[in-house]
């Protein structure tokens, strides 16, 4: 079974600095990885998503991230951060064989500082 | 385009009353549909899946149940309440075949039991 790991549960950074987001994984095989936002009482909304190919992949509202196998982690990016930013980000994981859960990590939550 | 509906926003019920959240998908057919919940501080649980009418896989045994009526309806139940099912509770769906397709969530339910 598939699990994944967010080890920040909280991070805190200004605005306009660059942001990284940890996540690693844990699958047998390369997964399908997903990032998604949730604004407070909100439902989640998909940023970026990875399947196969070019291991850096560009998502909406300017983020990225970067796929590595040897590392099994899958780090969301942005090079600037702005205060619409703060939200708890989640991490996900499917394995890609008809598997029907997709893994949820425990989120981290963002703080954006003027 | 696709939307997918949850209502209510918020409830409020005492314990041992029943429950019944109700959760809508437009602009598709024939979606896989689920429901997660999210309790505070924790990653997303889920809960029930569909694969077509009639047809619900538990991923937890609890005090809840799911059906599916039609195509794009999904309904999370409850007989009794517990303290416990208090929570937030958010339905998602995703086009049914490609393991790679992405969730797509409703706007969730807080769920207070008292």
């Known amino acids: 079974a598939q699990s994944v790991t967010q080890p920040d549960i909280h991070i805190t950074v200004s605005e306009g600095a660059s942001l990284e987001l940890r996540c690693n994984y844990s699958?047998?095989?390369?997964?399908?990885l997903f990032w998604y936002v949730q604004s407070p009482g909100q439902g989640l909304q998909l940023l970026l998503k990875?399947?196969?190919?070019?291991?850096l992949v560009q998502g909406i509202k300017g983020f990225e991230a970067e796929f590595k196998r040897s590392q099994s982690s899958f780090n969301l990016r942005k090079p600037s951060v702005h205060w619409s930013d703060a939200a708890e980000y989640f991490c996900?994981?499917?394995?890609?064989?008809?598997?029907?859960?997709?893994?949820f990590g425990t989120g981290t939550r963002l703080t954006i500082i003027p | 385009s696709q939307t997918i509906h949850q209502w209510p926003a918020t409830l409020v019920q005492p314990v041992g009353s029943p429950l019944s959240l109700e959760c809508t998908v437009e602009?598709?057919?024939?979606?896989?549909l689920y429901w997660y919940r999210q309790a505070a501080g924790r990653g997303l649980q889920l809960l029930f899946y569909?694969?077509?009418?009639?047809?619900i896989s538990s991923e937890v045994p609890q005090n809840l149940s799911a059906s599916r009526p039609q195509d794009r309806q999904f309904i999370l139940s409850s007989k009794k309440l517990l303290l416990s099912d208090s929570g937030f509770y958010l339905c998602?769906?995703?086009?049914?075949?490609?393991?790679?397709?992405?969730?797509?969530f409703g706007n969730g339910t807080r769920l207070t039991v008292t």
């Open positions: 569909s694969v077509g009418i009639g047809q």
């Open positions: 996900a994981v499917r394995g890609n064989f008809g598997n029907e859960k997709l893994t």
């Open positions: 998602a769906w995703r086009l049914q075949g490609p393991s790679n397709s992405p969730l797509h």
């Open positions: 990875y399947f196969s190919g070019d291991t």
């Open positions: 602009g598709t057919s024939n979606p896989n």
């Open positions: 699958y047998g095989a390369t997964p399908y």
